[in-house]
């Protein structure tokens, strides 16, 4: 149902006002900035209604592509900040300004080279896709994704309700066997959820009281080894032989 576009047309058909899934920049701030520089690439995936690239734009960010899946939101969101109101705020032809296009984020390969990006920003995309019919499918195809599209020392920021117990099994797969490896290094940071009140700190001693935030930073080592598993694999598939490394 949550990878589905209709779902989400439907939805944004009936409303399809500002909404921030978890937390917005302000909030977030404080964890991107250490990891961010105003002229990076960023891309916003699963971006909805967020205002969240509006407000990184107005804090000196100067390139954000925002992706849904939902063209009625897409539609919306380009017309909702176009030049005449933001100047200079949406370039047709390349990843300068912000931008909104239409796609599926498990399958970006007729609109995105490879290692394009330098950091993707998933605000409970992921989550989404653990809900899908097929989740495991799903997961794999969008993390193979977001590890194909950033550079070698990219950043792939992930927001997300689920306990690391619940995520790390997709998120962190370093077998390089597996055909879920993925070439980067995983941190878990917890920022609190908005609470009724916000001096009941006592509240905060539970895991479901806190999002977790998953960092996980490309390394351009693994990232090789990974571009040669696949140039191999190709080679295979070919029928190719593969050349073997001389001994020294």
């Given at each position: 149902?949550?990878?589905?576009?209709?779902?989400?047309?439907?939805?944004?058909?009936?409303?399809?006002?500002?909404?921030?899934?978890?937390?917005?920049?302000a909030?977030?701030?404080?964890?991107?900035e250490?990891?961010?520089?105003?002229?990076?690439?960023?891309?916003?995936?699963?971006?909805?209604?967020?205002?969240?690239?509006?407000?990184?734009?107005?804090?000196?960010?100067?390139?954000?592509?925002?992706?849904?899946?939902?063209?009625?939101?897409?539609?919306?969101?380009?017309?909702?900040?176009?030049?005449k109101?933001?100047?200079?705020?949406?370039?047709e032809?390349?990843?300068?300004?912000?931008?909104?296009?239409?796609?599926?984020?498990?399958?970006?390969?007729?609109?995105?080279?490879?290692?394009?990006f330098?950091?993707?920003?998933?605000?409970?995309?992921?989550?989404?896709?653990?809900?899908?019919?097929?989740?495991?499918?799903?997961?794999?195809?969008y993390?193979?994704?977001m590890?194909?599209?950033?550079?070698?020392?990219?950043?792939?920021?992930?927001v997300?309700?689920?306990?690391?117990?619940?995520?790390?099994?997709?998120?962190?797969?370093t077998?390089?066997?597996?055909?879920?490896?993925?070439?980067?290094?995983?941190?878990?940071?917890?920022?609190?959820?908005?609470?009724?009140?916000?001096?009941?700190?006592?509240?905060?001693k539970?895991?479901?009281?806190?999002?977790?935030?998953?960092?996980?930073?490309?390394?351009?080592?693994?990232?090789?080894?990974?571009?040669?598993?696949?140039?191999?694999?190709?080679?295979?598939?070919?029928?190719?032989?593969?050349?073997t490394?001389?001994?020294?």
């Amino acid at each position: 149902m949550f990878g589905s576009p209709g779902f989400w047309d439907e939805r944004y058909y009936v409303n399809c006002e500002p909404f921030e899934w978890y937390h917005d920049y302000a909030a977030l701030k404080p964890l991107l900035e250490q990891f961010m520089t105003k002229e990076m690439h960023i891309l916003l995936v699963g971006c909805g209604s967020s205002e969240m690239a509006r407000d990184m734009y107005e804090d000196g960010y100067t390139s954000l592509f925002n992706v849904d899946i939902s063209r009625v939101v897409v539609d919306e969101m380009a017309m909702r900040y176009d030049m005449k109101e933001i100047p200079k705020m949406y370039f047709e032809d390349d990843l300068g300004g912000i931008q909104w296009k239409q796609a599926d984020a498990t399958d970006l390969t007729a609109m995105f080279n490879d290692k394009i990006f330098d950091v993707v920003v998933d605000k409970a995309l992921l989550d989404a896709l653990y809900c899908s019919e097929v989740p495991g499918k799903q997961t794999h195809k969008y993390l193979q994704e977001m590890d194909r599209i950033l550079t070698p020392e990219g950043l792939f920021f992930c927001v997300s309700f689920g306990l690391p117990e619940n995520r790390l099994d997709k998120i962190e797969d370093t077998d390089e066997e597996s055909d879920g490896f993925l070439a980067w290094e995983v941190e878990v940071h917890a920022i609190p959820k908005l609470m009724p009140n916000q001096y009941k700190v006592s509240q905060l001693k539970k895991p479901e009281d806190v999002y977790y935030v998953y960092t996980c930073r490309k390394e351009e080592k693994m990232d090789n080894e990974k571009m040669l598993k696949k140039k191999a694999e190709k080679a295979r598939a070919a029928g190719k032989k593969i050349p073997t490394r001389n001994k020294r």
